[in-house]
């Protein structure tokens, strides 16, 4: 029996009656367990999942081939254990049409498994060069929590982030812009309306030839921008925001590899509406809210960035962003004469 991965935000995985299961002709995969391989080892690239099988890339082509895949083979056991064994983006090893094990990776993107009852990681991508963050300006409306933990998470993986705002087609003429506050930060910060086909270039400028993923809310618009990045008026499924809730509407089941121009390859992802962060230790977060960071320079000695009056964050248009996610890290654990 399938392990219930039921929750709303998510894509299959998630999704307690789960996709059919696709009947596979592979053969048997070799005895054993697969260990994580050199990058030099790997001959393609996850491109999507399915129960017990992924569409991979070979090297060379431009096709999908699906193949097997085993969790008694591949899975991680213990704590950090994946509930998927690879996920979109990895460099794995086929042979015979099985995948017999998974390369390092150079970054990923993780959080914990949704529900709350389940102990397991859920990896969104790995091994990209770019994370779009893709807001929308209105329907639904600009919302920075999101926005914050997934540039933190990037930040923490080394990965250069962009933050597309989208629908700025609905804006009113003089309507503050609350994502300005990101350029302060280093973020890139596009303006962009699919609709309109407004800032598609400035975006193909910073992801032609890279490894890109998207990811954000439903409903803001990741599937219609990259419609306009491949130039492909049936690409994927995009549906209005949802007038009742004011959130999206998932059109998106599944994290998908996408080639594009040149060596370009962009990954889209179902809307996520909580990402909890794992690479992020409470005493390392302040260095990913680089405006913050400098402006601590300024404080007094000892100060924590709490309740003092005289912090220098606190004025800051993200101080609260960053006191949020502080409080959502768990304490670091202590010994018995409190030594960590």
């Known amino acids: 029996m399938s392990r219930d991965y039921s929750d709303a935000d998510n894509d299959w995985l998630d999704d307690k ?3 059919p299961r696709p009947k596979s002709s ?86 914990p498994a949704p529900n709350a009852h389940n102990p397991l990681l859920h990896a969104l991508v790995a091994n990209v060069d770019r994370l779009v963050v893709v807001a929308a300006a209105r329907q639904p409306d600009f919302s920075a929590g999101i926005i914050d933990r997934f540039l933190v998470a990037a930040s923490a993986q080394a990965i250069p982030s962009v933050l597309c705002v989208n629908k700025t087609d609905l804006l009113e003429a003089g309507a503050e812009r609350p994502w300005a506050r990101y350029a302060d930060a280093g973020i890139a910060v596009i303006e962009a309306s699919a609709l ?13 030839g890279k490894a890109a993923v998207f990811c954000g809310h439903s409903g803001v618009g990741k599937t219609s921008l990259l419609r306009r990045l491949l130039a492909d008026a049936n690409f994927g499924r995009t549906g209005a925001v949802n007038a009742s809730s004011g959130m999206g509407r998932h059109t998106t089941t599944g994290a998908v590899l996408l080639p ?25 977060l302040l260095p990913h809210f680089p405006e913050l960071a400098r402006a601590a320079a300024r404080c007094q000695p000892g100060c924590a960035h709490a309740e003092e009056p005289s912090c220098a964050l606190r004025a800051l248009p993200r101080y609260h962003s960053y006191r949020q996610i502080l409080a959502s890290l768990p304490e670091p654990l202590r010994g018995p004469t409190g030594d960590t």
């Open 17 to 19: 009656a789960g996709r």
């Open 260 to 284: 594009g121009p040149g060596d370009s390859v962009w990954i889209d992802t179902p809307g996520i509406m909580n990402f909890g962060l794992i690479d992020v230790q409470r005493e390392s």
């Open 196 to 208: 309109k086909q407004r800032g598609i270039d400035a975006l193909m400028a910073l992801l032609r």
């Open 26 to 111: 592979a053969k048997k995969p070799l005895e054993g367990r697969a260990k994580v391989l050199p990058p030099e080892q790997g001959n393609a690239t996850v491109a999507e999942l399915f129960p017990n099988q992924s569409a991979v890339r070979l090297d060379g082509r431009t096709d999908v081939t699906l193949c097997a895949y085993r969790m008694s083979t591949l899975a991680s056991r213990g704590p950090g254990r994946e509930r998927s064994p690879v996920c979109v983006g990895d460099r794995v090893r086929i042979e015979a049409g099985v995948i017999i094990g998974r390369c390092e990776r150079r970054n990923r993107l993780i959080r």
